[in-house]
């Protein structure tokens, strides 16, 4: 009987403490999702601009801030932020996507919202 109720304690030392790092890994690899989707679709707003910047016209004029709900996600509160500037050097635009995932649905990115954000320039020549 002393056997087993040692083995019961031993167990119980390894465990619980098991237990307790399993929870914190799920919990983790829901962040890490999280962040993967973040990025995905802040990697989408780029390219689509990209794509649009491909018109001669668009290049030319599209500048300014573009905020819109990202559709077709299994999160239906993340929203982006598209940023188009002029650079230093001619024929050179900046962009910047930022996506977020808006708990407060305000349409704001605010402090400690999961949010990922990408920069990258595109040129016409």
């Known amino acids: 009987?002393?056997?087993?109720?040692?083995?019961?304690?031993?167990?119980?030392?390894?465990?619980?403490?098991?237990?307790?790092?399993?929870?914190?890994?799920?919990?983790?690899?829901?962040?890490?999702?999280?962040?993967?989707?973040?990025?995905f679709e802040a990697e989408?707003?780029?390219?689509?601009?990209?794509?649009?910047?491909?018109?001669?016209?668009?290049?030319?004029t599209r500048r300014g801030t573009i905020d819109a709900l990202v559709v077709g996600n299994e999160t239906s509160s993340?929203?982006?932020?598209l940023t188009i500037q002029d650079s230093l050097t001619p024929n050179l635009l900046t962009l910047d996507a930022l996506v977020w995932e808006d708990v407060n649905n305000n349409s704001q990115h605010d402090e400690g919202e999961p949010s990922q954000a990408l920069r990258t320039q595109w040129s016409q020549l």
Do not use: Y
């Open 78 to 81: 993340m929203r982006s932020r």
């Open 1 to 39: 009987m002393i056997d087993v109720a040692v083995g019961a304690g031993l167990l119980s030392l390894v465990l619980i403490p098991a237990l307790s790092l399993m929870g914190q890994s799920s919990q983790l690899l829901q962040k890490l999702d999280l962040q993967d989707q973040l990025l």
């Open 44 to 60: 989408r707003v780029i390219e689509q601009a990209r794509i649009d910047l491909c018109d001669p016209t668009e290049f030319a």
